[in-house]
C-alpha cells in the first residue's frame, strides 16, 4: 500500500533549523581549534579534475614545494586534481601539509598528502571557507572551475570591503586567467565603473613558483604573519 510523504510543516523546518546550530558551532569549534596550532599557511585552490599529467598538476606540487622551502606550509580544499598537488609538494618538500575536506556527490576523496593530523571534515561550505580565509596568509589560486572562482571573488571582496586584512591573492597561469582579467578591466572598470582601478591592485598574475613566492616574501617584508581577522 502506498504512502503519501507528508510534507514538512514550518515549524518542523524551524526546529530543525535550529537544531542545526549546534552541528554548525561544533564545525567553527573544531575548526579553530586545529587550524590555529598549524602557523602560517598558504592557501592553494585549483580544479578537482586536474589529472597529474597535466602540467597545471606539476605546476601546482612545485609551487607548494617553494612555498614550504619559503616557510610556509600548505592549505588545500583536501581533494584530487589540483588539491592533490598541493598536499603532495607540500608533503615531499617535509613542510605542514593540510586539508579542508568537503563532502560531496562527486570528485571530492580526500588525498594521500595531507598530514594525519591536519585532515579537517566539514559538512558546511561556509564554515570550511572560513578556515581558508582566516588562516592563510596568501591565496595561490591555479586554474579551476566554479568552486574556485567562488574562493576567489569571495577573498577579494572581503579584502576590498575591508572586512579582512589584505593578503596577496596569486593567480597562477597567464593562458588561462588573461581572459578574466582582461573582462574585469574592460567591462566591470572602463565599461561600468562597477570597481576602482586599485581593486586590481589586490591581484597578481604569474605563471612560475619562483614568482609566487617572490610576491609572498616582498609582502610579508612589510606586514605581520597572523590570522586575519
Not at 596550532?37 to 597535466?54: E, L, M, N, Q, Y
Not at 572560513?130 to 572551475?145: D, H
Request: aromatic share 12%.
Amino acid at each position: 500500500m502506498r504512502t503519501e510523504k507528508h510534507p514538512k510543516g514550518w515549524n518542523e523546518i524551524k526546529t530543525n533549523d535550529s537544531w542545526a546550530i549546534f552541528k554548525i558551532m561544533g564545525e567553527f569549534v573544531s575548526g579553530f581549534e586545529k587550524m590555529s596550532k598549524i602557523g602560517p599557511c598558504v592557501s592553494i585552490f585549483g580544479s578537482a579534475r586536474t589529472k597529474p599529467d597535466h602540467k597545471y598538476y606539476k605546476l601546482a606540487e612545485n609551487v607548494a614545494k617553494k612555498i614550504v622551502e619559503g616557510g610556509y606550509g600548505v592549505i588545500t580544499g583536501g581533494g584530487p586534481g589540483i588539491m592533490e598537488a598541493g598536499n603532495k609538494g607540500a608533503h615531499l618538500a617535509g613542510g605542514t601539509s593540510v586539508g579542508l575536506n568537503i563532502e560531496l556527490p562527486f570528485e571530492q576523496h580526500d588525498n594521500p598528502y595531507i598530514d594525519a593530523d591536519k585532515n579537517l571534515d566539514f559538512d558546511y561550505f561556509f564554515v570550511r571557507k572560513v578556515m581558508f580565509v582566516k588562516y592563510s596568509q596568501g591565496f595561490v589560486v591555479m586554474p579551476g572551475g566554479f568552486g574556485t572562482l567562488d574562493e576567489l571573488f569571495e577573498a577579494i571582496t572581503l579584502i576590498q570591503t575591508h572586512k579582512i586584512g589584505k593578503f596577496p591573492i596569486i593567480l597562477v597561469g597567464r593562458d588561462f586567467w588573461a581572459g578574466l582579467l582582461d573582462w574585469i578591466k574592460a567591462t566591470l572598470l572602463d565599461g561600468y565603473a562597477n570597481i576602482s582601478e586599485k581593486d586590481l591592485d589586490l591581484i597578481h598574475l604569474v605563471d612560475n613558483e619562483d614568482e609566487v613566492i617572490d610576491i609572498l616574501d616582498e609582502f610579508y617584508k612589510s606586514s605581520d604573519l597572523s590570522p586575519n581577522f
